[in-house]
């Protein structure tokens, strides 16, 4: 049964599980450190909430209100409209293999679960559960927008969370669990979508540990573990005791080639580095979030990023100019699947024509940075309110 009565997120959800999970080497200490902190959603994570609505209002409408498959518009750019549409056919397609009957329930899009039963403030929501019925196989799909970081699929924690949720909570007879990753805009060795599939059972042994890990969190004494996770701990910038030890003592140790040095100290100096760079990263991105907020550091200040330069009329009325006035085919015009930028399209046309494109495009800022005052760039103010969104740590 889906439970809808929780909130929006746990704070011991599956999107931070590799995290906490003290058995695979997390930092259940960071549980209790986070309490009560406000997590700044980024620009990367902003993108991913905003494509996961997407895909799933789409979905949401093919399949449950019957409307016409759905026709990406580049309303949010040919980059995410073409990730996305990857996800919703693979769906769709997964769906059909699958002879799910919607009657029955063999469908659920952004499926909320809660997993009491293993153990209390354990909830989450799944982005696809499709159950095949003649195979009694129930297939968990995660949608992943993010295309700095190739994600595993096989021993993935969060994806096992899902699965888990999913079994319990569907309660349909199941031999195997599926587990698959959609990541379509990351390079990875087996593709854009990748598969791990084991007997239902196996995930009992999953259950008693995502048991224990949950208790551990609870331990007032719980130890802090700082590591390449991180840079997804809403405590790790300015909050953790452990990080900071492991920088003073990063920072103090030295090397030379012409002096003799301890290689233990080098083994432990590399071993640090993760968790280092996760911290330099979140330090980063908490400055920003105080300097959007109206709060600057002293000595920094908001620019804007260097402006890039965009359509700004429609993909139809672009492709039709070039094809009349190059007489070139309209597939020219095209970088699959999208269209070809400014500088691409510039390059097939001479001066002249050049000069009438150059009314299609517009420049756009990016974004914005924070940088030293001795930066040249001139400092913009911003609205908080529309630059950024607090979230809290958990499921997403």
């Known amino acids: 049964m889906t439970d809808t009565s929780q909130t929006a997120h746990s704070k011991i959800g599956a999107s931070s599980y590799s995290r906490w999970s003290k058995i ?155 587990l698959v990753v959609v990541q379509p805009r990351c390079q990875h060795e087996d593709g854009q979508i990748r598969r791990w599939s084991f007997e239902s059972f196996e995930i009992l042994d999953f259950a008693a540990d995502l048991a224990a890990d949950a208790a551990a969190t609870e331990d007032p004494n719980a130890p802090l573990n700082p590591g390449k996770h991180c840079r997804f701990c809403p405590a790790a910038a300015m909050h953790c005791p452990a990080v900071k030890e492991k920088a003073n003592a990063l920072a103090k140790i030295e090397f030379s080639k012409e002096l003799s040095y301890d290689p233990e100290q080098l083994a432990l100096a590399l071993k640090n580095i993760p968790a280092i760079e996760a911290w330099i990263k979140k330090v980063h991105e908490f400055a920003y979030a105080e300097a959007v907020h109206g709060r600057l550091p002293p000595g920094w200040k908001m620019v804007a990023k260097r402006a890039t330069r965009k359509w700004k009329a429609s993909e139809e009325e672009v492709v039709k100019y070039m094809a009349e006035a190059t007489k070139k085919d309209k597939a020219e015009f095209y970088s699959e699947p999208s269209l070809k930028t400014p500088a691409q399209m510039e390059k097939l046309c001479s001066k002249q024509i050049g000069e009438g494109l150059r009314e299609m495009i517009e420049s756009v800022s990016s974004g914005y940075n924070l940088a030293p005052e001795s930066d040249k760039r001139p400092a913009v103010k911003l609205d908080p309110k529309s630059d950024f969104t607090a979230i809290t740590d958990g499921d997403e």
């Open 24 to 178: 695979h080497g997390g930092c259940p200490g960071s549980v209790n450190l986070s309490k009560n902190l406000v997590s700044v959603e980024s620009e990367y994570a902003s993108q991913g909430t905003l494509a996961h609505t997407i895909a799933s209002e789409a979905l949401e409408k093919y399949f449950f209100m019957r409307t016409p498959p759905l026709g990406f518009t580049q309303s949010e750019g040919a980059e995410m409209d073409a990730a996305v549409k990857v996800y919703v056919d693979f769906v769709k397609s997964e769906a059909m293999k699958a002879k799910a009957v919607l009657k029955d329930g063999h469908v659920l899009i952004e499926h909320k679960f809660n997993l009491e039963s293993v153990y209390k403030g354990l909830f989450g929501t799944a982005d696809a559960v499709i159950y095949w019925p003649e195979e009694k196989k129930l297939q968990v799909i995660d949608y992943k927008h993010g295309a700095g970081i190739a994600v595993e699929v096989e021993d993935n924690l969060q994806l096992q969370y899902y699965g888990l949720g999913a079994l319990l909570s569907t309660n349909f007879p199941c031999a195997t669990v599926e």
